[in-house]
């Protein structure tokens, strides 16, 4: 949308620039080495000394990803997990708001998205309470698709109920000062947001489940982020082409609705105590049975009595 005189001055992109390098250095100083992590069950991260023939080996493991029966059954959901935001970001936050309010619109929409990500994580995905993998699994995708359905006739209902596309957007644009008429469409922004992150928590969170082996989680999530851009790829090629908003919307909810049965598939294949991908991925397990004891780096010390290797597969 042009909006001349509302445009954003090089002090917020400075801002922002200064802001992602304080994040970088606070990253360097508060994270923890990987070394050091001890996981609930008392396994520690193990790295592997890359070689030449490892080099090789690795890219004849990425190949096989492209015929990897869960990857294949999860890429709907991984190509969906970020063809909207072209929609959400044009055809709305940017169609329908003046510059000041796309701005708090969209802090509003990512910390929506961060809360949602964090509740659903803690509280049913990752709650062994509410039963094993295979049935968070399930269930998780059953609660998930529903949220994420229902904000996709949601946009349908207000992006045909109100006609508003390119060529036609509100006149003036809404602002966060118009009370009633910025709510119905903010709400549905926010929806967007909450929708977004549970889809890829999920979609993290499945991935995860599939194995427990380290080296093979590495793979999948290099093919989800693979992938997923792809998705994303097309979906600014359609932009680029400039197609109509409601048709673009159009898309993003049929490939809500295609990813559900595939994806069901793959999370009846999740197992309890994870699967043969453990096996074909290789790697190390290491128990910690003394934490306090673990040296900084347990791969050096494989003697230590602190640390006892339990497989070796590599």
């Known amino acids: 949308p042009d909006d001349e005189g509302q445009a954003v001055n090089p002090a917020t992109y400075f801002t922002f620039c200064a802001l992602m390098g304080a994040g970088a250095v606070f990253a360097c100083i508060f994270v923890i080495r990987p070394s050091r992590v001890i996981k609930a069950d008392g396994t520690a991260v193990v790295f592997e000394e890359s070689t030449a023939s490892n080099t090789r080996e690795e890219l004849k493991e990425i190949g096989k990803l492209f015929a990897n029966k ?69 269930q998780g995708l059953i609660l998930v698709s529903a949220i994420n359905i229902g904000q996709w006739i949601y946009a349908l209902v207000w992006q045909f109920g109100t006609g508003y596309d390119k060529g036609n957007q509100p006149t003036p644009l809404i602002s966060f000062r118009d009370g009633g008429s910025y709510a119905v469409p903010l709400l549905l922004f926010m929806y967007c947001g909450l929708a977004d992150s549970i889809v ?83 790697g190390k397990e290491l128990v910690v049975k003394d934490v306090d004891s673990i040296d900084e780096n347990p791969v050096e010390n494989e003697e230590s009595s602190a640390v006892k290797e339990i497989t070796d597969q590599a």
């Open 200 to 282: 890829q928590t999920y979609a993290y969170w499945i991935i995860g489940a599939i194995s427990n082996s380290p080296k093979q989680l590495s793979r999948y999530v290099g093919y989800y982020k693979g992938v997923q851009s792809l998705g994303a790829c097309f979906a600014w090629i359609i932009e680029w082409q400039g197609a109509l908003y409601k048709w673009q919307l159009v898309i993003c909810f049929t490939l809500a609705v295609l990813f559900i049965p595939p994806t069901y598939v793959a999370a009846t294949y999740i197992k309890d105590k994870g699967t043969e991908d453990d096996i074909e991925g290789g």
């Open 70 to 138: 869960h990857m294949l059954l999860l890429t709907p959901l991984i190509i969906q997990s970020n063809f909207f935001y072209t929609y959400e970001f044009g055809g709305i936050n940017g169609l329908l708001f003046d510059a000041p309010t796309r701005g708090l619109n969209s802090s509003i929409y990512w910390a929506i998205s961060g809360i949602s990500s964090y509740v659903i994580g803690v509280y049913y995905l990752d709650r062994e309470a509410v039963g094993g993998r295979n049935k968070r699994a399930i």
